[in-house]
């Protein structure tokens, strides 16, 4: 299936990096992505097009044009006789105003070390000296490689890791002309449907995509999996790889792919973006060979347990855990309704030889609230368990309620 830039930028501009769910007015919008590219290709104009057609105004800099203190903050006096640091971006005060839309900043590899350090607390932190942007601004960048781009500068590793990184292949001549001559836009989803489709599935995404990195972790227990900062001179360097944040990014692009129902090439191409391409094409493949249910699946038809994949099994059970515990604090009558059901699938766990596996994911919901006294089922379904784990030292977890 074709990855369009249409695709990839509404990912993009519509990845959570808070809780969008319990925090929506605090949750900063966007996965901060950088399009690789050929110049004249067309990079800063799609990423215009489709921020307008979600509704969000843009704004462009081009930071190889701007000072460090531009992006940094320039000393001004705070009026109580010490100094503050204040933006010297227009682009920025016009966003703020708005508290929405998307800074892009073009040309990024053109810009030398010293200014790309300075615009490093905007990406990450969306700070511009002392002003913090609103969590509405979402960030975006485009370059050329290096040796395309005038007086181009590979990016450094702490701007590199900030980021994703999507490189566009030139069009062909048949691509171009049918684009140009299309009388119907791509379609792109509204921004205030799009807020709402997360709202509704983000929890059981992000869940997901937790438990798949979870079971992932348990299968390939190597640290380098987790963080491996390429060698000088190394190509990678300056572009996707392996780190605790990346991998983070990377698992809020691919459950932001899953609500907005993107084809699994859209969600591939994030996760080699932000971890890179060896560790996430690993990745991948352990994610196709688990096939790992949906954790509303579990619950409304069950699952067997497969001893031959015990990290599919972590997963599987952590994922119905973190769900359920999330759910507790949102909607606690659906909660309560799915305990037992989860009471259930652990009992079966344990009973076939998993009861290490079992035992964290029974402590999470024992913790959030799953416990005797609830509801007749829970009490029911618990008591089958109970016992079995008291030699684990288990039952001084659960507490009755009179």
Same mark, same amino acid.
């Given at each position: ?38 110049? #004249? +290709? ?11 057609? *979600? ?10 044009? @701007? ?32 508290? =929405?839309? !998307?800074? $892009? ?17 905007? $990406?990450?932190?969306?700070? !511009? ?5 609103? /969590? ?14 005038? #007086? ?25 002309? &049918? ?13 205030? =449907?799009?807020?709402?489709? *997360? ?26 999996? *987790?963080?491996?900062? /390429? ?5 990678? @360097? #300056? ?39 060896? +560790?996430?094409?690993?990745?991948? &493949? ?13 619950? &409304? ?12 099994? !972590?997963? !599987? =059970? ?5 769900? *359920?515990?999330?759910?507790?604090? &949102? ?6 309704? =799915?305990?037992?059901?989860?009471? @259930?699938?652990?009992?079966? #766990? ?6 290490? $596996? ?39 977890? +659960?507490?009755?309620?009179?």
């Amino acid at each position: 299936m074709t990855v369009t830039i249409e695709d990839i930028l509404t990912v993009s501009l519509m990845t959570p990096m808070g809780d969008p769910v319990r925090d929506p007015m605090n949750c900063k919008m966007g996965l901060p992505t950088i399009l690789w590219g050929t110049p #004249g +290709i067309g990079k800063s104009y799609r990423m215009e097009f489709v921020s307008t057609c *979600l509704g969000l105004p843009c704004e462009i800099i081009l930071p190889s044009t @701007r000072q460090p203190e531009d992006a940094s903050g320039a000393a001004m006096p705070d009026g109580m006789g010490g100094v503050m640091f204040v933006s010297l971006l227009p682009g920025v005060t016009r966003l703020k105003a708005n508290q =929405y839309g !998307v800074l $892009i900043l073009d040309e990024l590899s053109c810009a030398r070390p010293a200014v790309q350090a300075a615009f490093l607390g905007v $990406i990450l932190d969306r700070r !511009v000296g002392d002003e913090k942007l609103p /969590p509405g601004i979402r960030i975006l960048a485009a370059a050329n490689s290096a040796d395309e781009a005038a #007086g181009g500068w590979e990016l450094e590793p702490p701007m590199a890791n900030r980021l994703c990184h999507i490189d566009v292949p030139v069009p062909t001549d048949k691509d171009w002309t &049918t684009w140009l001559m299309a009388d119907e836009s791509p379609t792109i989803t509204p921004l205030e =449907y799009a807020h709402t489709q *997360l709202a509704v599935g983000w929890d059981a995404a992000w869940q997901w995509a937790r438990a798949l990195r979870f079971g992932f972790g348990k299968a390939n227990q190597d640290d380098k999996v *987790l963080l491996n900062i /390429p060698k000088e001179g190394d190509p990678n @360097r #300056g572009r996707g790889w392996p780190s605790p944040r990346s991998w983070t990014m990377a698992l809020r692009a691919m459950a932001t792919c899953k609500v907005f129902h993107m084809s699994d090439d859209v969600m591939s191409t994030f996760v080699t973006g932000c971890v890179g391409q060896g +560790i996430g094409i690993e990745f991948l &493949t352990w994610v196709r060979n688990a096939d790992l249910p949906s954790v509303e699946d579990v619950l &409304t038809n069950g699952w067997e347990p497969d001893m031959r994949r015990l990290d599919r099994s !972590v997963a !599987v =059970y952590s994922s119905v855990a973190m769900y *359920l515990a999330r759910l507790m604090k &949102t909607n606690q009558a659906e909660a309560i309704m =799915y305990g037992p059901v989860a009471w @259930r699938l652990f009992t079966k #766990g344990w009973d076939a030889g998993l009861g290490d $596996i079992v035992f964290s994911p029974s402590q999470l919901l024992v913790q959030n609230g799953f416990v005797f006294g609830v509801s007749k089922e829970m009490d029911k379904a618990m008591k089958d368990l109970l016992p079995k784990m008291v030699d684990a030292g288990f039952a001084a977890l +659960i507490t009755r309620r009179d």
